[in-house]
């Protein structure tokens, strides 16, 4: 549908002047925020992105390929509407260790929000309180005061990453890094809730990928940026900045400087609109973005300056270059939290300056979004309608499946044929055993008063678990293990405890939807976080010697066949902070004796469909005692969903043997269409 905006500067708005910025020295970023002058006309070598070429892959088209001459690399392939533009980057190359901290970074209020509090403690000699950090000072080449990070231990064992390089498709090499990222600031979370301490994990698990250089697109550049999609959300800034999107780790403006028609300049690459500013967002195909500067909560305020930032963004005005546009929204799950969406690609059709609320003037920038992108943060702002009021939502069959039993409402929609709904079965949220299972080891109560703590030694739920809490503050998994203990109704802690999450149900607005060529799926009208739980497998647990595993009609006979690569790497990044991942392997995995049929009754779980490429994994879960300990299947997400994106899991490898039994189902035909299909499962 074509929206049209009726957004215009009104007559008392100044438009910019661009003569008097040829005299100014601008400032050019390297990724990460570190910041050097140009002091020579010769740029440096570029570090480039090893996604040069992608062979087996022609749906992939990078905006600008690379080709190195005496200048560096000169991107080709960004348009306007006198044609094509050729430009060389100048200042792209990385400094993977450094954050500046010049004012551009203190003038930001778009900081991302913690997960923790930052850790204080009070000095011996003057009693004042130091702020504890991971990173060091220094001193730059120019005077320039610089934070410098720690040098970092070796890895573990490096040869069990799979580097960025290894990938031939760009897709998994995203993914690969950001699962990455998130199993290493997991684990170290985990370290510091051990030692009573509150740090920045996310800043300190980027510090460490960027210094051991695990990441990807390391060289700036304009336009899109292979595997990263239009949709998909960080919920961290950093995130952006380890697979090359946004560079800077706090300012709202990436840039480069650039040679466009033997004449260097700045232009703007990447924005994050996240609320520091008066900017208007209301429009989903248009963004009034407002400058940087002026806004420093450590001195007074004032006009905003034409230099850094602002001078890329009024150089692209009249280049007319596409520039990334990363929305924010707030995150539903945490108060102070916030969620990056990714918009696709936007050019600045106007700019101008105005005076702010405060009374300074400040800088002004329309762009408008580039036409024939998917949706971005449109798909999200029509969920949250649908939240509010799923009478909304279009084309539904039944406004609730569950009919009332679940906590929210699963609506069932259908927007590609006339089918009327899935098979006939009874709706249940608890799985039923036909016998007793012995072999897993029931938890015990714990005596924890209120609420487990990480790090008590007294909490033998924290003690059967591996001294661990399996959950995070927010209620987010911290890896994939044999078995998770959840505390039961025989321990002394409170509903609250942070470990009982999947015994309380979904919290999540799903719906059921008519797939084009596999049948019903599930999604989530809610932006889902890596590690959140998603549902539990409920149906019949029935013996195996009683299952014909030839017999194609039960599509709803859960297993626990070894799943696929992805998911046994789940764990992966502990050795980056020298530690063993503890991942599974396809030789030590062992299945559990159990199987769960949801042909006849079953809940949402029943619909996901498999990818060989999955978002979702299973996990075995003890809470109960009343059934001799028996497990649950759990669902958690492997990394961040955004909103309306199917909800899939690896069904496991096809021939493979479960257990002394030796029993395997019939390898099926796979149909996920992902680029590392294996073409079958079982």
């Not at 407002?290 to 034409?306: A, M």
């Not at 108060?335 to 600045?348: A, S």
């Not at 019949?540 to 998911?567: H, M, N, W």
């Amino acid at each position: 549908m074509e929206r049209n905006s009726n957004f215009s500067p009104s007559s008392s708005q100044e438009g910019l002047d661009a003569k008097p910025l040829r005299s100014l020295t601008p400032m050019f970023p390297a990724p990460f925020g570190f910041n050097a002058y140009t002091q020579s006309a010769t740029p440096p070598f570029v570090c480039v992105s090893p996604f040069a070429q992608f062979p087996g892959n022609p749906s992939f088209q990078p905006l600008a390929a690379g080709v190195l001459n005496s200048n560096g690399v000169t991107f080709a392939g960004v348009s306007d509407s006198n044609g094509p533009i050729n430009a060389t980057p100048i200042s792209a190359a990385y400094r993977a260790n450094v954050h500046s901290l010049d004012d551009e970074d203190e003038e930001e209020e778009e900081e991302e929000e913690e997960d923790e509090p930052v850790f204080t403690r009070k000095s011996s000699k003057s009693g004042r309180k130091i702020k504890r950090s991971h990173l060091g000072g220094s001193d730059g080449l120019d005077g320039t005061k610089i934070k410098r990070v720690k040098p970092v231990r070796k890895i573990f064992d490096k040869s069990l990453l799979l580097l960025p390089s290894s990938s031939n498709h760009p897709r998994e090499t995203v993914e690969m890094v950001l699962s990455t990222f998130d199993a290493l600031r997991r684990r170290l979370l985990q370290l510091d809730e051990l030692e009573d301490i509150n740090r920045r994990p996310d800043l300190r698990a980027g510090a460490i990928m960027m210094t051991n250089e695990f990441r990807a697109n390391m060289g700036k550049r304009i336009g899109s940026i292979p595997g990263v999609e239009i949709g998909d959300i960080f919920y961290f800034r950093i995130e952006m900045c380890v697979v090359g999107l946004h560079a800077p780790s706090m300012a709202g403006i990436d840039y480069m400087t650039a040679r466009f028609d033997h004449q260097e300049e700045p232009v703007a690459v990447c924005i994050v609109s996240s609320g520091g500013y008066e900017n208007a967002d209301d429009d989903v195909d248009v963004l009034v973005y407002s400058g940087q500067g002026g806004n420093n909560r450590y001195e007074e305020k004032h006009d905003q300056k034409l230099e850094r930032g602002n001078l890329a963004l009024e150089k692209s005005t009249y280049r007319k270059n596409e520039i990334r546009v990363v929305r924010s929204a707030k995150d539903p799950n945490c108060q102070t939290g916030k969620i990056y969406i990714y918009d696709g690609l936007y050019k600045i059709q106007d700019a101008w300056k105005e005076k702010s609320k405060s009374g300074f003037n400040v800088f002004k920038y329309k762009l408008l979004r580039e036409p024939g992108q998917r949706d971005g943060i449109a798909v999200w702002k029509m969920t949250q309608k649908w939240i509010e009021n799923p009478s909304l939502r279009g084309r539904v069959i039944l406004p609730d499946l569950s009919s009332g039993i679940e906590n929210i409402p699963v609506c069932l929609v259908n927007e590609v044929d006339h089918e009327k709904g899935p098979s006939h079965f009874t709706y249940v949220t608890k799985v039923r055993y036909s016998k007793p299972i012995s072999s897993m080891k029931p938890s015990q109560g714990c005596r924890c008063l209120s609420v487990c703590l990480p790090g008590d030694r007294n909490c033998s739920c924290a003690q059967v678990n591996g001294g661990d809490l399996p959950y995070s503050s927010l209620g987010l998994i911290a890896s994939r293990r044999n078995m998770i203990y959840e505390c039961s109704d025989s321990c002394q802690c409170s509903y609250n405890c942070r470990n009982r999450v999947t015994q309380k149900g979904i919290r999540l607005h799903f719906e059921v939807f008519r797939t084009r060529n596999r049948g019903w799926g599930l999604r989530s009208w809610d932006p889902i976080r890596a590690g959140s739980f998603i549902c539990e497998y409920t149906g019949e647990v029935i013996d195996e010697s009683k299952v014909d595993l030839d017999d194609d009609d039960d599509d709803y006979l859960f297993q626990t066949a070894c799943p696929g690569e992805k998911t046994l790497r789940w764990n992966y990044g502990a050795e980056l902070a020298e530690e063993p991942s503890g991942t599974f392997s396809t030789d030590t995995y062992n299945p559990l004796p159990i199987m769960v049929s949801a042909r006849n009754m079953g809940n949402v779980a029943r619909f996901m469909n498999h990818s060989c490429s999955p978002n979702v994994f299973w996990q075995p879960v003890q809470h109960d005692h009343s059934d001799d300990g028996h497990p649950h299947i759990m669902f958690f997400a492997m990394k961040h969903i955004p909103p309306m994106t199917e909800l899939t899991y690896d069904y496991g490898v096809s021939g493979k043997e479960r257990g002394s039994g030796g029993v395997s189902r019939r390898a099926k035909r796979c149909l996920c269409g992902s680029p590392a299909c294996r073409g079958s499962f079982g």
